[in-house]
């Protein structure tokens, strides 16, 4: 009885093959019929080769990033003072005060900041690079935002706007002008200060008016410079405050060729050319050029004084004439 079995299964094996080796016969001879009969009914996808994708962004050479130089590079080695070793790297002299620290934790000499991870400390410290461009002296946090900023200045010749005339840097900034200025579609909604009223195009210069002058409405877009700690209202003055580190001033006078940090100071300063005044005051309509005068002369009218001595409490017109009160300030006796 098993051998009868076993032949059963050998002979379902052989013909389970045998059915397999037909049916390969068959789509062999198919295919040959329709290669050379080129029949409609049996089709023979073939496999099609793929492109190579092409990367988006080419990444540049290792020595053309080398050429941007980090502003916080060390020109001289640090030297520790409680051992005397001296070191060539802010890195390796931050690796080096975990030996001192009693806490165990690597401090940045830079800043106050302390860490306890080696990746995070070391990460902090190359937050204190600044790379400069070399045609415009904008500043940048890394060598590959120096380097992409650094393209733009290429072979890049500004768009006239055919409307009204006015020069853009490129196509791409051409059409966000039409959308911004001469859109009739979308015609602009001034973003309006629920507090005083003031008008702004987007709501990103909203917010940095609400972070300046309503900080009860609890927004801060403030930001810290890594050099000196100070605290700046937004971004864009942390850009205009670096210069003051760097020395770099790009914008010019048409007409004295005196330079500035910003474009608001060359404005503020052609007044002296024009002889501009467009602060009118509402008391007594005398006429400034610049708007810090003109704020300290409404105080003189209002009798606000908003700025008082740390020691005594009397109150001031401006910071300045309250650092001279301070100099001169003793304690009132009780």
Same mark, same amino acid.
């Given at each position: 009885?098993?051998?009868?079995a076993?032949k059963t299964?050998?002979?379902?094996?052989i013909?389970?093959?045998?059915?397999?080796?037909k049916?390969?016969?068959k789509?062999?001879?198919?295919?040959?019929q329709?290669?050379?009969?080129?029949?409609?009914d049996?089709i023979?996808?073939?496999?099609?080769?793929?492109?190579?994708?092409?990367?988006?962004?080419?990444?540049?050479?290792?020595?053309t990033?080398d050429?941007?130089?980090?502003?916080n590079?060390?020109t001289?080695?640090?030297?520790?003072?409680?051992?005397?070793?001296?070191f060539?790297?802010?890195?390796?002299?931050?690796?080096?005060?975990?030996?001192?620290?009693?806490?165990g934790?690597?401090s940045?000499?830079?800043?106050?900041?302390?860490?306890e991870?080696?990746?995070?400390f070391?990460?902090?410290?190359?937050?204190?690079?600044?790379?400069?461009c070399?045609?415009?002296?904008?500043?940048f946090?890394?060598?590959?935002?120096?380097?992409?900023h650094?393209?733009?200045?290429?072979?890049? #010749?500004?768009?006239? $706007?055919? %409307? &009204?005339? !006015?020069?853009?840097? =490129?196509?791409?900034?051409?059409? *966000? @002008?039409? /959308?911004?200025?001469?859109?009739?579609?979308?015609p602009?909604?001034?973003?309006?200060?629920?507090?005083?009223?003031?008008?702004y195009k987007?709501?990103?210069?909203l917010k940095?008016?609400?972070?300046?002058?309503?900080k009860?409405?609890?927004?801060?877009m403030?930001?810290?410079?890594?050099?000196?700690?100070?605290?700046?209202?937004?971004?864009?003055?942390?850009?205009?405050?670096?210069?003051?580190?760097?020395g770099?001033?790009?914008?010019?006078?048409?007409v004295?060729?005196?330079t500035?940090a910003?474009?608001d100071?060359?404005?503020?300063?052609?007044r002296?050319?024009?002889?501009e005044?467009?602060?009118?005051?509402?008391?007594?309509?005398?006429?400034?050029?610049?708007?810090?005068?003109?704020?300290?002369?409404i105080?003189?009218h209002?009798?606000e #004084?908003?700025?008082? $001595?740390? %020691? &005594?409490g !009397?109150?001031?017109? =401006?910071?300045a004439?309250?650092? *001279? @009160?301070? /100099?001169?300030?003793i304690?009132?006796?009780k």
């Amino acid at each position: 009885m098993l051998s009868n079995a076993k032949k059963t299964r050998r002979s379902g094996r052989i013909t389970s093959r045998h059915k397999q080796s037909k049916s390969n016969d068959k789509f062999l001879k198919r295919k040959q019929q329709s290669d050379d009969d080129s029949d409609p009914d049996f089709i023979v996808r073939e496999r099609i080769p793929t492109k190579p994708r092409r990367c988006a962004s080419v990444s540049p050479e290792l020595d053309t990033l080398d050429k941007f130089i980090n502003l916080n590079e060390l020109t001289k080695p640090l030297q520790c003072k409680e051992c005397r070793v001296t070191f060539n790297s802010n890195i390796d002299f931050g690796f080096h005060s975990k030996m001192h620290n009693e806490d165990g934790q690597y401090s940045c000499h830079l800043c106050e900041c302390k860490k306890e991870s080696k990746r995070s400390f070391k990460n902090h410290i190359r937050g204190h690079d600044i790379f400069k461009c070399k045609k415009c002296k904008k500043i940048f946090k890394s060598r590959l935002c120096a380097f992409k900023h650094s393209e733009s200045h290429v072979s890049q #010749k500004p768009v006239p $706007c055919e %409307i &009204c005339g !006015k020069k853009v840097k =490129s196509s791409k900034h051409l059409k *966000i @002008h039409h /959308k911004n200025i001469h859109s009739n579609d979308k015609p602009l909604v001034p973003f309006k200060c629920t507090i005083c009223n003031k008008e702004y195009k987007n709501a990103t210069s909203l917010k940095g008016h609400y972070s300046f002058n309503h900080k009860e409405l609890g927004i801060d877009m403030s930001v810290i410079c890594d050099i000196c700690g100070k605290r700046l209202s937004c971004k864009g003055k942390l850009k205009q405050h670096l210069r003051t580190h760097t020395g770099d001033k790009p914008f010019s006078c048409t007409v004295c060729s005196r330079t500035f940090a910003s474009k608001d100071i060359v404005t503020s300063h052609m007044r002296v050319h024009t002889g501009e005044k467009p602060y009118v005051c509402m008391y007594c309509g005398k006429k400034f050029a610049h708007g810090a005068p003109y704020r300290y002369h409404i105080k003189t009218h209002t009798g606000e #004084k908003s700025c008082n $001595c740390p %020691i &005594c409490g !009397k109150g001031f017109i =401006s910071k300045a004439n309250m650092r *001279i @009160h301070i /100099k001169t300030c003793i304690i009132p006796s009780k």
